[in-house]
């Protein structure tokens, strides 16, 4: 008789139907505290990145809390008049704020999706189109709509490094490294195979 | 220049919006059936790309591929709950209805003006392209361009001529008829995983798409783009962009509507949304897909070593018995609407005109194998047992009790006899040159190569010809067609 043909000789050595091991729970606590440790760290990396990039260019460290500030008090934020220490303190709390919030939506994004265990490659790209996706909703399309004033106000160099450069080598690559680091949620590894020589597959038979 | 909106337009980009979100949710319900992707044609365990499941299966308990299935939340599949068979029906009444769409935008688009909104004329446009990018960059609008600026009509024409394109043609690569009649299609494409694959990230494409549609409207000034696309007006006053919006809004509300009913109607009235669904969807796949016979001829080579089973085994005493004594003394019964009635053992079976083929198993679920099968052409058992006229259809019975799904009776097939004599139909007793594994059918099993492989019944004990099937099981025409509403013909 083949391995096979002694399947059907006992029925409890059949999984229960649909069930399997679990790789991943979903536990809402867990999605928001390690979201918002993630956040905090990319968004620290992210405001890091923009202030040294800022400073290179224009000789303004001060210019990515002026533009967080204007997401709330509008474009008088930019003006050379703006205190700077106003400016420091409300947008390191806009800023910090939005970390917190983009950094739970891409954990809750991950495992609403079964991606909390998936390969650290894939997490690295979800990492960096997630960056690229809130650089494009908050400065094409949210900022325009609670900040006129701002449409045209940056030169390309300027958007280029602490816009698109500082989200997409930055931010998401931070947010993804939090994830593969500490991998939350992840219970075991599903990608292990003979190659590896721990996983036997086919799994139901050997 | 100022080609506006015409009401065609118009009305197709509102339909569109309705189809692509019922394609995409009952995409995602596909996926659930098996939610993981692959580049390779094998699908073994741990060669998948990407997966969307919570769960792997275990080492020390056996398992088939039905139990990889990955129940879905209605608030994001259509149905959701693991309802692959309605989620399929939505997602083809959804294709019928983009397609029309999609050819009645092509046909404005080609009848007016309209098509050099989309498609560029000028090497300029790629310079244009560039302009309008560095303008988003400084968070500014680009110049109109004519009437879109080049990074719009670089994308729409994208969209429209090499998404959508590619869109259909890895979903038909899918299709066990189309790829087994032209098994150089799904190759196009890297083989019938990988359009797997590439109809996925298209849809991620679409999805992104959609993302930066909208946040570009919105730079560009909501108002007057939703007053542009719902009433065709390039300089609304106020009044009319409060019109604009109250239109929007409601569309949106009756789509959202409409995707609470389909859920909801599929998830309590599941046979009502079956058979409503079945009418628009089976004629057209019968039409176009169900003729097509199968040719497939893989090599040797291509053979998938250690392929996954589906669905457990019998596990009545009788089934045991047999498989223990190497189903010696079982006779396979051919009967019905016959002339001839038939009992037949597997040696008798094997001494009848015999068939071998190499050719690629294609699961509903969406994983697929490559296994060489040698039996007897059905057509050959046809010819012996001398159908009547009155015999349609062929009904399989098998020794399966479907001991873990208990209450819903043995399972069964209903096929119609055209296919029965298409070449590559056979009844199968051998798999890669052994006796028919019993995970994968002993003694006899039904290879219908055109077909997705849950008409390819396992553990067959009788085949019955008959006239009608509605008062067989649920009147659907297969155990699965009765109890998960999937399709009575599979060749998609």
Not at chain 2, 1 to 21: K, Q
Not at chain 2, 74 to 95: K, Q, S, T
Request: with cysteine.
């Amino acid at each position: 008789m083949t391995n096979s043909e002694s399947q059907t000789k006992n029925r409890e050595s059949w999984a229960p139907p649909r069930v399997g091991l679990q790789v991943e729970r979903r536990d809402r606590w867990e999605v928001v505290r390690h979201g918002t440790f993630a956040g905090l760290l990319a968004g620290f990396a992210l405001g890091a990145a923009e202030i040294v990039a800022s400073t290179a260019l224009r000789g303004d460290p001060w210019l990515p809390f002026d533009f967080a500030v204007a997401i709330v008090v509008g474009p008088d934020a930019l003006a050379p008049a703006f205190p700077v220490a106003a400016s420091v303190a409300l947008g390191t709390v806009i800023h910090t704020f939005l970390s917190v919030l983009f950094g739970v939506m891409f954990l809750s994004a991950l495992a609403l999706t079964f991606q909390l265990s998936a390969r650290s490659w894939l997490i690295a790209l979800y990492g960096v189109v997630f960056a690229l996706t809130v650089w494009e909703v908050n400065f094409l399309a949210v900022l325009p709509l609670i900040a006129p004033g701002l449409k045209g106000r940056i030169d390309l160099a300027t958007q280029l490094w602490n816009g698109i450069v500082s989200y997409s080598l930055v931010y998401g690559p931070v947010l993804a490294a939090y994830v593969v680091w500490i991998r939350p949620g992840t219970l075991d590894r599903w990608w292990l195979t003979d190659r590896d020589g721990v996983e036997a597959a086919p799994l139901g038979r050997d | 220049m100022d080609l506006g909106f015409p009401l065609g337009i118009r009305l197709t980009h509102a339909f569109n919006l309705v189809f692509l979100t019922l394609l995409i949710r009952s995409g995602i319900e596909i996926l659930g059936g098996h939610p993981m992707l692959y580049f390779n044609d094998h699908c073994r365990p741990g060669s998948e790309w990407i997966r969307f499941t919570s769960k792997r299966m275990f080492r020390n308990l056996r398992w088939t591929a039905e139990d990889e299935k990955q129940s879905y939340t209605p608030w994001l599949a259509l149905p959701g709950r693991d309802n692959l068979g309605l989620g399929r029906f939505w997602h083809f009444v959804a294709v019928i209805g983009w397609l029309l769409t999609g050819l009645i935008y092509l046909f404005v688009l080609s009848t007016s003006e309209q098509w050099q909104r989309i498609v560029p004329t000028s090497w300029t446009v790629f310079n244009n392209a560039w302009q309008a990018a560095v303008a988003y960059l400084r968070l500014d609008v680009p110049l109109p361009g004519n009437p879109y600026n080049g990074l719009q009509q670089l994308t729409y024409f994208a969209l429209v001529f090499v998404l959508t394109p590619l869109q259909i043609a890895t979903g038909l690569a899918m299709s066990p008829a189309l790829a087994g009649r032209f098994q150089w299609f799904p190759r196009l494409f890297g083989g019938r995983q990988a359009a797997r694959s590439l109809h996925f990230i298209g849809l991620i494409a679409f999805v992104a798409f959609t993302v930066h549609h909208v946040a570009l409207v919105i730079a560009h000034g909501l108002l007057d783009g939703l007053a542009a696309i719902v009433l065709g007006e390039q300089a609304p006053t106020a009044a009319e962009q409060a019109v604009a919006v109250a239109i929007a809004l409601i569309f949106l509300i009756a789509l959202i509507a409409l995707h609470v009913w389909a859920t909801r109607r599929s998830l309590l009235q599941p046979r009502a949304m079956q058979n409503a669904l079945q009418r628009i969807v089976d004629p057209v796949q019968a039409l176009l897909l169900q003729p097509l016979t199968s040719q497939q001829s893989y090599r040797p080579e291509d053979i998938t070593q250690d392929p996954r089973p589906n669905g457990r085994p019998p596990g009545n005493q009788a089934f045991i018995d047999l498989v223990e004594r190497g189903f010696a003394g079982w006779k396979f019964e051919v009967g019905g609407l016959v002339d001839r009635p038939l009992s037949l053992s597997l040696e008798e079976l094997r001494r009848l005109q015999s068939q071998h083929q190499i050719t690629q198993h294609k699961c509903i679920q969406g994983w697929s194998y490559t296994a060489a099968w040698q039996g007897v052409p059905l057509g050959v058992l046809l010819e012996h047992c001398e159908p009547t006229r009155d015999a349609r259809y062929i009904l399989f019975r098998t020794f399966d009790e479907k001991w873990e799904e208990p209450g819903h009776g043995e399972y069964y097939s209903v096929i119609d006899l055209d296919l029965a004599r298409a070449s590559q139909t056979l009844i199968a007793y051998d798999m890669n040159g052994q006796p028919l594994p019993t995970a994968f059918g002993a003694p006899l099993r039904l290879r219908l190569e055109n077909q997705l492989g849950y008409k390819m019944v396992k553990w067959i004990r009788s085949m019955e010809l008959i006239a009608d099937y509605h008062d067989i099981g649920a009147g659907c025409g297969g155990w699965r067609a009765d109890l998960l509403h999937y399709s009575r013909i599979a060749p998609i």
